[in-house]
């Protein structure tokens, strides 16, 4: 600013002296061109009056020097001017801001180019006005507009002078202080949360909004009263002046965790977050105030609740684990882990495929399957334990896709392998017949409904011949022996995987899963080439069939038996053809 009056001081008499000078070679020239008329006009009157030439001769010369003088005065007068006019133009032209001359009757007789885009009302504008124009590379700007009258020397009004600054940047800034000063107005007026405003130096509470006075219970001015002591309770005073006097950050929000009161006494669990702020020249903190006691309340609770539920799963009776969807444990309770033989550390990281009979294991790759996609599964599974014993689990398990900080599986399983075992010794009396231990009806029964479709299998038809001469003869009892010992020697000739079924009577059935014409054959050679070593007491005919297509198990039953009624027919025929002695 100094400098530029400075400029303006050392400008201002040069401007001057250049005025002088053009009105004293504008008076000049004036003065000689009157001379050289007043003596234009006395040479033509002495011509007229018929007076001596001597006279005249000079008076027309001076009259012509005159003349001339004052020719070359207008001339030196005109190229000032346009001097000035040039210089005047190349120096507003350099000007960003609007600078404009016009006439007294208001035409515009020059001007730069940031004049030459505003409208065209802005010359004709009040005093002081405002007006927008589009500048090249600067685009749409703002101009404060003003206009000053010209004058001449003498105080003839020559027109105005109109100038104008741009202030673009502090409309721009204004507006942004503005919506600034609304927004802070919004956070604290309106901030659903509590917010203090207090002097960073002797703690004094200087602003509170409407939501701090409803959780304090304090009007305005019973806050305007009070500091940051009497809001908390006395045992959290010497822990304020120790955090009072660490540094804090100025711009950055410190939140901390104090015990506030209320005006009736009632204390608060709140987390306080500040902010330092410079108002009406002094340090001053904003703190935002969020009530935390019933959070508090709820995760201390929630932590007690998942305390008692830890206690019960490690402590309890049930197995309860827990898995990945690949079937690898992520945790089990001390109840698994010791039916498994195990820590429970030692489990976690493991597959449950490890825990799986060989036989059972393409089950639970299945159950995988079925738990990702049906989220629950309940059923029985065999496990088998470090020293190699087997036991049944009867288990229930949940699958949470939310699961954090990984999906997983929940399961829980009961020990039921007594009960198990009970059952499948009550299943099996109940397909046992109870004189023979031979399977009986019910076995078929449960047997069709095992078979699938397309599946192989066979069965031979065994009919002991005479038994009822046998038993007549010999007695019951006989005849009871004779059909253990019938038994026996079926399931002694027959698989492992072969059922001796008792179809009643001295009627036996030999079920062969999974078999071929082949086999059954090979099984039926078996029987006979037994009877010929009489390893029973007893004769016997025999039919066999292998199940065809989808056939039910009484169709293939039916073509066993049928083929048995053919063999005796045959051996009957036979024995009729035998001469009699």
């Known amino acids: ?60 010369f001076a009259a012509l020097l005159l003349l001339a003088a004052a020719g070359l005065a207008a001339h030196a007068v005109r190229r000032r001017l346009a001097l000035a006019e040039a210089l005047l133009r ?33 010359g004709a504008a009040a005093p002081a006005a405002v007006a927008c124009a589009e500048l090249p590379n600067r685009g749409w700007r703002t101009f404060e507009l003003s206009r000053v009258p010209l004058r001449a020397a003498d105080g003839r009004s020559l027109g105005t002078l109109g100038c104008g600054r741009d202030v673009t940047d502090a409309l721009q800034a204004q507006a942004a202080r503005a919506r600034h000063d609304a927004l802070q107005l919004a956070l604290f007026t309106h901030n659903p949360l509590p917010v ?89 903190r904003i703190a935002i105030v969020r009530d935390v006691g019933a959070e508090r ?36 309770n001390a109840a698994m882990a010791q039916a498994l033989g195990h820590a429970p550390e030692e489990l976690v990281g493991r597959n449950l495929a490890e825990f799986v009979p060989e036989e059972g294991r393409q089950d639970f790759y299945e159950y995988l399957m079925r738990i990702r996609n049906l989220r629950r599964d309940a059923g029985v599974v065999q496990v088998q334990a470090r020293g190699g014993e087997r036991r049944v689990w009867q288990y229930r398990n949940v699958f949470y896709p939310d699961g954090d900080p990984q999906p997983y599986v929940l399961g829980s399983a009961q020990d039921i392998t007594l009960r198990h075992h009970y059952e499948l010794r009550l299943r099996e009396q109940n397909q046992k017949d109870a004189l023979t231990g031979a399977y009986n009806r019910r076995y078929l029964e449960q047997f069709a409904a095992r078979v699938e479709a397309g599946q192989r299998w066979g069965c031979i038809v065994v009919d002991l011949d005479h038994f009822k001469h046998y038993n007549d003869t010999y007695g019951h009892q006989k005849g009871d022996e004779i059909l253990l010992g ?67 198990i009484e169709a293939t039953i039916r073509r066993a038996d049928q083929s048995l009624i053919q063999v005796r027919a045959v051996a009957r025929g036979a024995e009729a053809r035998m001469p009699r002695h």
């Open 1 to 60: 600013m100094q400098r530029q009056a400075s400029s303006g001081e050392a400008d201002g008499p040069d401007r001057r002296a250049f005025l002088r000078v053009a009105q004293s070679w504008h008076r000049a020239s004036a003065l000689l061109l009157a001379g050289g008329l007043a003596a234009l006009l006395l040479a033509l009157a002495l011509r007229v009056a018929g007076m001596a030439s001597a006279w005249h001769a000079p008076a027309a």
């Open 90 to 122: 190349a120096v507003l032209q350099r000007v960003e801001t609007p600078l404009y001359a016009e006439d007294v009757a208001g035409r515009r007789l020059l001007g730069n180019a940031a004049a030459a885009a505003l409208p065209a009302h802005a």
């Open 196 to 284: 203090l405003v207090y002097d960073e130096a002797n703690l004094r509470i200087l602003d509170v909004n409407a939501a701090a006075i409803r959780l304090y219970g304090w009007t305005r001015e019973e806050f305007l009263q009070l500091d940051l002591y009497d809001i908390r309770p006395p045992d959290e005073a010497e822990r304020l002046r120790a955090y009072m006097s660490q540094p804090r950050p100025e711009q950055v929000a410190c939140v901390q965790g104090w015990r506030h009161r209320r005006k009736d006494g009632a204390q608060l669990e709140v987390e306080v977050g500040s902010t330092r702020v410079e108002r009406d020249g002094r340090a001053v």
């Open 297 to 332: 309340r709820l995760q201390r609770a929630q932590a007690d609740l998942e305390r008692r539920h830890r206690d019960l799963v490690e402590s309890g009776l049930g197995m309860i684990w827990s898995h990945d969807l690949d079937g690898r444990v992520l945790r089990a």
């Open 486 to 552: 019938v038994t026996r020697f079926l399931q002694h000739n027959s698989r492992n995987d072969d059922a001796v079924v008792r179809l009643g009577g001295d009627e036996f059935l030999i079920v062969l899963p999974e078999a071929s014409t082949a086999v059954v054959s090979e099984v039926a050679g078996r029987l006979r080439e037994g009877v010929a070593r009489n390893e029973i007491s007893v004769d016997l005919s025999m039919g066999w069939a292998v199940r065809q297509d989808d056939e039910p």
